[in-house]
């Protein structure tokens, strides 16, 4: 079993939906949970962090994490073109401190 | 303030050569790491220094791969000889200290450089 899984995609939602991306993880400890948005030919870029269950809300993105179910988040809202990218979901390993683990990525394409 | 810099952006090679690639990151960011990202992959962590002592290199491929961070600053990352299977993008990435923000804190978030994009024919 992958660390962090993502769907590849890709998503595909027409202009000013809801874009829903999804991710689940199996390190129990982790407690530390990213979004990086990453353009194509581009670096990832951070979007959203979240370590606490439930909802966490910047813009037109929303956060959500369930530890429970191990299985993060992320809501875009009033989708753009310009959101068409890929999303790579990371959690923080809890057994070595600064590790970031990434899953392999969900490309999102907004059609207008 | 400039973000981690990462040199050459682009390299072609003939399998066997040697490469190397740089990285200075974010002034202050004790944290290095060095990612490599292959198409439709997240990325992978290789090596990760705290300050100039490698923490973590269990993914380093150490026959082939070697990587530096003298005086806890700049970081290069070379290959040698290379293989085709090395064709990436290698990212570098710097964050701020765990230890002084813990667990929770959005301090020390990674921030990457541009990459620099490795072909070997």
């Known amino acids: 079993q992958k660390e962090v899984e993502q769907n590849s995609g890709p998503l595909s939602v027409p202009e000013g939906a809801i874009a829903s991306l999804n991710c689940t993880y199996s390190d129990r400890g982790s407690q530390s949970f990213f979004w990086y948005r990453q353009y194509s030919g581009k670096s990832p870029e951070l979007i959203m962090s979240?370590?606490?269950?439930g909802d966490k809300e910047d813009g037109r993105f929303t956060a959500q994490l369930n530890k429970a179910s191990q299985y993060v988040s992320l809501l875009i809202r009033d989708s753009q073109p310009s959101d068409s990218a890929t999303y790579l979901c990371?959690?923080?390993?809890?057994?070595?401190?600064?590790?970031?683990?990434f899953g392999a990525g969900t490309r999102l394409a907004v059609h207008p | 303030e400039a973000g981690v810099v990462q040199s050459p952006r682009y390299k072609i090679i003939e399998k066997k050569q040697p490469v190397a690639f740089w990285c200075n990151p974010i002034?202050?960011?004790?944290?290095l790491y060095w990612y490599r990202q292959n198409l439709g992959q997240g990325p992978e962590l290789l090596i990760r220094y705290e300050n100039e002592e490698a923490v973590d290199d269990s993914q380093l491929p150490k026959d082939r791969f070697s990587a530096e961070r003298l005086k806890g600053v700049d970081s290069t990352l070379k290959i040698q000889p290379a293989e085709l299977g090395d064709s990436a993008v290698y990212l570098c990435?710097?964050?701020?200290?765990?230890?002084?923000?813990?667990?929770?804190?959005?301090?020390?978030?990674?921030?990457f450089g541009a990459g620099s994009r490795l072909t070997v024919l």
């Open positions: 990435a710097s964050s701020s200290p765990y230890e002084l923000t813990g667990p929770s804190s959005g301090a020390n978030v990674l921030t």
């Open positions: 979240i370590y606490s269950n």
């Open positions: 002034s202050g960011h004790n944290t």
């Open positions: 990371a959690m923080r390993f809890s057994g070595g401190y600064n590790k970031l683990i």
